[in-house]
Structures are given as structure tokens and as C-alpha cells.
């Protein structure tokens, strides 16, 4: 059973930094491109970062050179740094997870979810 766990959201100011965990079980004895999305109210769940299975990393334009993602293969966990911050940051901030062959930027192809963690920031 898969499950994934994000924690480390909250209330910054713009300019601030936050980083986001994904806790993560169930994935370990499979090849899986794992990653971060987030859903602004109003909006569509829309792609952040993305890291594969071998260690490529994708990121969506709006967060290049601000936002990095990493992982903890020792504790099954996924990171996502997030620096200079801004008010259209703002959003829920989903982990999930994908099969190894899978485009990581088609929504659709997540099988496996977290419940989310709340980022907002304040201008």
C-alpha cells in the first residue's frame, strides 16, 4: 500500500523560504518518478517539480531557479525547497507519485496522492 505524507507548509511573508517533505512508503521496491503539484483556490491542479527515477529533475517555468526538489532515498522522503516566495505561491501542495515510464507532467498519470499541505504567503 502506497501512501504519501507532506508536512512543513504554513504562513511566510514574500521574499521567505520554506521546505516542504514528503514522507513516503509502499514505493520502495518499484521504479517510480515522484513529484509536487499544487492547486491555488479557484485554479487547476498544475505541475510544480518533478524528479524521475534516475534522478532527472523537471520544473515548471514559474518556479525555475527558485524552487528545488530533492530526495532521501535512505528515509523515503521527498523535499521541496522553496526560496523567494511569492503571493501566486500560494496554493495546497500535493506530493505524488507515478510509474517509472509515465510523462511526470500529465496530471493524470499520479496514481498515488497525498492529502496536501497548505502554503500561503502574504505580500
Known amino acids: 500500500q502506497v501512501q504519501l505524507v507532506e508536512s512543513g507548509g504554513g504562513l511566510v511573508q514574500a521574499g521567505d523560504s520554506l521546505r516542504l517533505s514528503c514522507a513516503h512508503s509502499g514505493l520502495t521496491a518499484t521504479r517510480y518518478n515522484i513529484g509536487w503539484w499544487r492547486q491555488a483556490p479557484g485554479k487547476e491542479r498544475e505541475f510544480v517539480s518533478a524528479?524521475?527515477?534516475?534522478?532527472?529533475?523537471y520544473d515548471a517555468d514559474s518556479v525555475k531557479g527558485r524552487f528545488a526538489i530533492s530526495r532521501d532515498s535512505a528515509k523515503n522522503t521527498l523535499y521541496l525547497q522553496m526560496n523567494s516566495l511569492k503571493p501566486e505561491d500560494t496554493a495546497v501542495y500535493y506530493c505524488a507519485a507515478t510509474k517509472w515510464d509515465n510523462s511526470v507532467v500529465v496530471l493524470g498519470n499520479y496514481a498515488y496522492w497525498g492529502q496536501g499541505t497548505q502554503v500561503t504567503v502574504s505580500s
Open positions: 524528479i524521475l527515477w534516475t534522478g532527472q529533475t
